[in-house]
């Protein structure tokens, strides 16, 4: 380690997905329209006269992010006027929250993984505020032509700013997924950066180790549009920074671009050409009261979030932590999981004996293997990802019972899952019609068994002799000569008890 340490915070834009505009009641399209200016009204487009009225749908977006972040919701806010020209903010200012934002001091707790998946501890990011503003139009250059399209201008756009505590870009971009997971999860924005509905930008300075953290000078970094962007971009920023300040040289108050093709981050604005935004209270909207019933009831509503779930697959199914975090990851996944936890306990209820709690955990996790393993493979290779999925929770848990009973060994069982996710086949009848059941009938494995013991005459003395591992080989024996369609703990018992 050098002598500087990076300090970060994050400015995080979302696009909310509310049915209507931020203002107005024009369609909400995401920015995903495919005709320029098709959502448009005298209010969006800045017209004189044109009054806005706030989304009560956007404030109670915002508000369910406050509470899931742990925030401090406003009793009061407002709206103000950020004052600036340019082509795509028809009205000349952007409507955005100064002084009152709707939510402020909280945090997000998320776990910091090493690369195999392990989780190697948790971190804490401060969250200074999060407040709702509108989002601009686009500029499309065709030729040497500039058009502007006003579908995007007005869109309800939240903007979150953290504390000054995250230590690395690696911690930065974990930050950020986990944040795009909690706004999936509260189902307020599909928050895909690919598409520009969640905007990352990066504050980094560097300080001299033993003196303050916030002692360095602030670089602001723009144009970060994937989570390995946020990570490159940021790496990039304090080796920068280190290589400056390392040469005797001074950081300067900037905004900084990333260049993802040439892998570097370029000057965009000096402090010099810093906005004075001129901010002023929105007098067309009046200030509005946030009742504390309103907020308690907005907090009941609130889905299970991710680190909660997590938690309870732990807990409830007995899953490892690391398999717990990826299924979360996918809420669909998760989702499907519980569902065919559910069927496996409802069997081992219908089994009547009683089933321990080593054997459920095992059963739990078999199914949760299955599903991260060959099923997630499988998934990931086709077109529609879960869109086509054919295989119902009840046909799975089926699967990883004949599995879990040794009905069929790990092979067949991909061949069934491969047909399963096919034609969502019932498993039973595809161990049927393919004649993949291992034999388990001990009468009909006894001759065989009694066969290769009279071939073996070597390694059956030698169990009699007390070796055990001797009796592995003759399994093995068994096993290929029924081609693997012989239950293996069936033949075990089988050999030992002919051997006792
Ligand atoms: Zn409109």
Known sequence: ?????????????????????????????????????????????????????PNAQAIEFTIQ???????????????????????????????????????????????????DGTVVGTEKVGITRIHLEEDTGKLVHEGKNTLVDFNRACVPLMELVTDPDINSAAEAKRFCEDLRLLFRYLGISPADMEKGQMRCEANISLYEVGKDPLSGTKVELKNLNSFRAVERGIEYEIERQTEVLTSGGVVHQETRGWDEKKGRTFLQRSKEDAHDYRYFPEPDIAPFKLEESYVELLREKLPELPTEKRNRF????????????????????????????????????????????????????????????ELSRRISDTEGGMKDFKISAENFAELIKIVYEGEINSSAAQTVLGVMF??????????EEKGLAQTSDEGELGDIIEKIITDNSGPTEDYKNGKENAIKFLVGQVMAATKGSANPQVVKKVLMEKLS
Request: hydrophobic residues 35%.
């Open 1 to 53: 380690m050098g002598k500087y340490r990076p300090t970060i915070g994050m400015e995080v834009h979302v696009e909310l997905a509310t049915k209507s505009k931020m203002f107005c009641g024009c369609k909400n399209g995401m920015g995903q329209e495919k005709s320029p200016n098709k959502n448009i009204c005298p209010v969006c487009t800045g017209q004189p006269g044109a009054i806005p009225v």
């Open 65 to 115: 992010a406050g509470l899931a972040l742990d925030c401090h919701i406003a009793k009061e806010s407002k709206f103000d006027r950020k004052n600036y020209f340019y082509p795509d903010l028809p009205k000349g200012y952007q409507i955005s929250q100064f002084d009152k934002p709707i939510c402020s001091r909280g945090s997000l707790k998320f776990t910091l993984k090493s690369d």
């Open 314 to 373: 732990v807990e409830q199914f007995g899953l490892k932590l690391e398999n717990a975090s990826i299924l979360v990851v996918n809420k669909e996944l998760a989702e499907y999981f519980e569902n065919v936890a559910s069927e496996l306990e409802n069997w081992m209820k219908e089994e009547g004996h009683s089933f321990n709690e080593e054997d459920t955990k095992k059963l739990f996790r078999l199914a949760a293997n299955y599903i991260l393993t």
């Open 422 to 431: 096919e034609t969502g086949a019932d498993p039973s009848h595809v161990v």
